[in-house]
């Protein structure tokens, strides 16, 4: 069941994939919306993984990210 509208949603999703285009020195940030992502993928609703699955390609960009 869902706690939230899909306002909420919306508004926290466009917060997470903002914060993957920041520069790599703000790298914690980034790992931080990683692992929210993930979180939501294990434990949110299915349109989160359906809209991580369509945009996965901005995730595959910090497969061999260093900083």
Known sequence: MSFFCREDYQVIMKHLWEKLTLKGKE??????AMHVMDYLVKNGAPRVIQDLKDDLY???NFQDFTF
């Open 27 to 32: 790298w914690r940030r980034i790992a931080k």
């Open 58 to 60: 901005k995730i595959r």
